[in-house]
């Protein structure tokens, strides 16, 4: 995935790349950048589907290297805050079920024959 900076006037590449599904409409991306000096850092990327529009909305957030364990760390802590004491008894694993079972039925309906799409009942 390349980026263009309109800073700097150069194209910023990832080095690594990982694209979290988030329901229908929403993914993360969490991308492995390299800095000019040779450094790296992390660029974390909510891209959600517009409802009833075209096109997407972005929201980034950069975590730099000395920031990768406390920012580990404190996540690990609101989730954790979340999951065990405010929420305890929720079904986390619903929605990635439920996103699985739709994905499935998304992939069998492209399965389907031309002829089988055209029927109109």
Request: net charge negative.
């Amino acid at each position: 995935m390349k980026f263009f900076n309109v800073d700097k006037q150069r194209n910023i590449e990832s080095v690594f790349t990982k694209k979290v599904k988030a329901g229908r409409r929403r993914n993360y991306f969490f991308d492995v950048r390299q800095t000019k000096g040779e450094d790296y850092y992390i660029s974390i990327t909510e891209s959600t589907k517009k409802f009833g529009q075209e096109g997407v909305e972005k929201h980034k957030v950069f975590i730099y290297k000395e920031d990768f364990l406390r920012f580990a760390a404190g996540l690990q802590e609101a989730i954790d805050e979340v999951r065990f004491k405010l929420l305890p008894d929720f079904d986390y694993e619903a929605f990635a079920r439920r996103d699985e079972e739709w994905e499935n039925e998304q992939a069998h309906k492209n399965q389907e024959s031309p002829e089988e799409k055209n029927m109109e009942w």
